[in-house]
């Protein structure tokens, strides 16, 4: 599932956006194509969509089990400059 697809199942971009530690517009950005996830952000979101959201949509490959997506420790509490 890509981001646009996520966010139109699941509500408020705002909330997404503060979740994975961007700003909405940064998020829009994203959204739009205008601009590319880092892995590191990409695997945030993936993380945080519980797998919903995949790393391909981004163009980047990742392996994840088939359930119980967890964000990694060093992921919690980390923000992601623009």
Not at 5 to 10: N, P, Q, T
Not at 48 to 60: K, N, V, Y
């Amino acid at each position: 599932m890509t981001l646009n697809e996520y966010l139109s199942k699941h509500g408020s971009g705002a909330k997404f956006a503060k979740d994975v530690g961007i700003s909405h517009t940064y998020l829009s950005m994203l959204k739009s194509g205008k601009r590319k996830p880092s892995r590191k952000l990409a695997m945030i979101m993936v993380a945080l969509s519980e797998g919903q959201i995949t790393a391909e949509s981004f163009g980047f490959t990742a392996t994840f089990g088939d359930k119980d997506v967890t964000i990694p420790e060093e992921f919690k509490n980390d923000t992601v400059q623009n």
